[in-house]
């Protein structure tokens, strides 16, 4: 029949105007406010179209997510050189740009005229950074990462889009909240969550350099992205208490590692218990530090 | 077109051997250190080429570039890599001129779709090709001084001949290019150039081969109707050419006599970045080619780089973990490509952006999946010399940290499974339904556009395009990369050679990805934990001298990149010739015999179904 398939694409049509408002007679018309919507509208359990009502709501942004470079620094608090460059000066950042749009000036001691590992200034020209990510990948010391915010849109180009050095410092607590994973990853990499400069500095100086720890890692302020949840609320979920219990054993087995001689780590990775499986609990995500810890060992034990 | 039996050859050496039998002296061994191919003296190239094609199979010629090798050995030369569209590897020949007054025979006659890319080798080195019908410059305009893909020419913002640019570092306070490039001084003109009588002279050139000397002619047709000849530009800002592209259409009443695609307004000189560029710079340039498909494009631009690292000593390939990801992600991009070309060929036909919308909701899912992992939805970056940028992440967990921190967050391979599983087959059967039997689209596309396969082949069509003119031809099979040798999957082929066909191909191609990714999802699950890189990752490599020519099979058709790393002995840094034989490009010099004798309103579906990017067609 002429028109059949006509009326087959009508079909599809309608279905698809008909499911953009399931949501909203599923949640009575209140489908943007409910939170906990929030992951299923923008995932796969998505029904119908629907629309991100920026800026009033964002979308949810990865933790790789690279948009314009940002230089890390030591948080505030820091007990030896709070707010210190992680920045060596090295200038394999400038190097590996592809549009070639870092500037750093090296610093050098005014005496001895000697370079010294510090930028005595950083210049990034957002304009024409193309937001690849080499900066952050190539940097031996982490000290440059890629940003989340990509709100940058300014009335002036010409004062606002060449990013110095100010601009662009932002404390590692910053870094750990937006990659809480990546962050972890790489300090287990460094051995720690002190700049091994930095580190060589303070020794040089008499001062003593802090052992980098897990605790001193993670027991600072959790990343707000992941807030610990109140002591009661932990024992009224036992999910939660368990995992908390592990990591409270996984810190205690890590420091106890620490203190004694250097731990091989395939032998320590033998000794510890599987972690569980990722079973999840509840519809609730989950991150198991645990795994994770014992998966970047794994790595690491089978590089070296 | 074949007058004499195909000569028996296995391999490319068999081949050559006999063509140095049949042309003693005109043929020589291309024995410079990483190359390959033969040396054909330009006086004989047209015979050289028409044997090849004739009688020894080779009818589909790939690419035809050229290369300056200025302070090298002082000569130019252009590099054609010639097929089998039965598959196998290259045979490359060269045709040497010199510097000062370059010219080779042009080889319009043997491969049409050498057009356009010998006029590029004009514009963009100023060779000469005496044959050719229409040498006239294609990227750039006519008031344009120079011919800028010449080592010795400079652009207005020069500052080095290579990156990194010693300014940035150790001194490296900034400067902006305006600021030493005063504005109004960076354009020069050609002496000859009268800029008062600007728009005459570039117009001029554009309409004097369309055989007319005035815009209108009144003409009678057959039935003694009267109607106009008369000359309409389509574009360049025009929604229907997909960016800024023009079509120069000759009508007759409604009806097409010629059509002459103009381009260049989006011509950034991609390939003088690219020879600035170290080879690593060049791979988050290449997601700016065909930004549809960036994964594709970094594929195929790893391979070129690993063609020519292989040589060196201290090489690694990719591991088979690195491998599947990239055969993932390549996948995945053919099958967010086809979404849009379908999604647009139907805005194209007048169904306006409701298809489309349906059709990119899915590829919506793919690209939050690329984000997580490789961190941007379109701009990926994510290929490397010897493996990959990261490995996927174990959950793909969102925040929305600009905003108020809620989260989502799922398994990976979790999400993964149920977007190849579920979704993406979900959604190309809804498309199928929605689309197919629509008696709206089956009678404007059938039987519109069509394209025969010996035409298809002649003119360097390439992937959807070809494969939809009944030739089945594709690079995955035909000249196998990375893993796809070990998967099972058909290469997807139509007969009609018209605008339906080239539809339904794209639903075919995008089902055969599915069953691809549907087999790498075990491999994935298997490898897990296992490295992603082979050796350490390099930043700024020292590649091997050399030639390499890396191609794939993109969404849009056959994508190479011919990269030549010369010049410094120890192994240069950065690429001295970086060529990008871009589908769009070149598939678009069949798109005027396509249009002829069909109306103006189908020229704009003919155009969505060849599916070009402006991006990679301008570079």
Known sequence: MYGQGILKGLWVTFRHFFNTYVDDIRYAGRKYFRQENFPIRQGLKAQGAFTVQYPEEKLAVPERFRFTPFLVVNDPDHPEAPGEDWCTSCGICAKVCPPQCIWIVRGSDPTTGRPVPQPVAFFIDIDICMNCGFCAEFCPFDAIKMDHNYELASYDRTTHHIHDKQHLSKPLSYWKNIAPTTALEEAVARGGWEHPDVLKAMKKAGQTAVTPTWENMFAKPEPPAKPLPPADAADADPAKAERLRKREEALARKRAAEVGEPVQPAVEAAETPAPAPAVPTGDKPKFDKQAMLEKIRQRKADKG | MVDHPIVETTDIKAAVDALKQKFPDTIQDDTRQGYGGIIVDKNHLVEVAAALRDEYGFDYLSSATAVDYFGISDHMEMVYHAYRTSGGPALVFKAQTSRDNPEIPSLI???????????????????????????????????????????????????????????????????????????????????????????????????????????????????????????????????????????????????????????????????????????????PFTDRLDYLSSMGNNLGYALAVEQLLANGARYQPPTYRAECIRVLMVELTRIVNHYWAIGFLLNDLGAFFTPALYAIAEREKILDFFEATAGSRMMCNYMRFGGVFKDLPERIRGVASRMNDLVRDYNTMEYLTELINERIPQSIDELDEYLTDSEIIKSRTIGVGYLPPEMAIAYSTAGPLLRASGVPYDVRRADPYSIYPELDFDVAVRYNGDIYDRYLIRLDEMRESVRILKQILPRLERTAGEPIFAGSKQHTPRVPLGEAYGRVENPKGELGFYVVSAGDEKGPQNPWRYHVRAPSFISLTALGPMCIGHKVADVVAILGSIDIVLGETDR
């Open chain 2, 109 to 283: 006659n043997i491969w049409p779709g050498v057009d356009f890319q010998e006029r590029e080798a004009w514009d963009l080195y100023g060779i000469r090709f005496p044959g050719h019908p229409n040498l006239k410059r294609i990227l750039l305009w006519e008031g344009f001084d120079g011919h800028p893909m010449r080592k010795d020419w400079q652009e207005a913002y020069y500052e080095e001949d290579h990156k990194p640019f010693e300014s940035r570092w150790p001194d490296g306070w900034v400067h902006r290019a305006e600021e030493r490039n005063v504005y109004g001084k960076n354009v020069k003109y050609p002496a000859d150039f009268d800029l008062s009588k600007l728009s005459d002279k570039s117009e001029e050139s554009l309409y004097a081969d369309l055989g007319l000397g005035v815009s209108i002619q009144e003409l009678t047709d057959e039935s003694h109707i009267k109607t106009d000849r008369l000359v309409v530009n389509m574009g360049p800002h025009h929604p229907s050419t997909h960016g800024v592209f023009r079509m120069i259409v000759t009508l007759n009443g409604e009806t097409i006599e010629t059509l002459e695609p103009v381009m260049g307004y989006l011509h950034r000189n991609h390939e003088k970045i690219g020879e600035r560029n170290t080879f690593l710079h060049n791979m």
